[in-house]
């Protein structure tokens, strides 16, 4: 059984910055990737950012420039830098390692006042 805990969310200004952070714990052997998603109320959860096993990033087009993933494989930690919030950056930030499986956190509440 893997087991995620995510932390890090809050309320912070717009222009401001968070990081979140979501360490993986239980039967993992391998993991494949790790990243992050986000949903915002009334609308689908959408990708944000991504890095595979390799060290190779992807990111959506919204958060470019702004946000930044990085992993810890020690610790199979994933962080999200976000920099530069906007108020519409605000929604529940969820992570998911895939490993034999998918595992997705518990989800972080992010909120930026404008």
């Known amino acids: 059984q893997v087991h995620l805990v995510e932390s890090g969310g809050g309320l912070v200004q717009a222009g401001g910055s968070l990081r979140l952070s979501c360490a993986a714990s239980?039967?993992?052997?391998?993991?494949?990737?790790m990243g992050w998603y986000r949903q915002a109320p009334g609308k689908e959860r959408e990708f944000v950012a991504r890095?595979?096993?390799?060290?190779?990033?992807n990111y959506a087009s919204s958060v470019k420039g702004r946000f930044t993933i990085y992993k810890d494989n020690a610790k199979n930690t994933v962080y999200l830098q976000m920099n530069s919030l906007k108020a519409e950056d605000t929604a529940v930030y969820y992570c998911?390692?895939?490993?034999?499986?998918?595992?997705w956190g518990q989800g972080t509440q992010v909120t930026v006042s404008s």
């Open positions: 239980g039967s993992i052997f391998r993991v494949n990737a």
């Open positions: 890095i595979s096993s390799g060290g190779s990033i």
């Open positions: 998911l390692v895939v490993s034999d499986a998918g595992y």
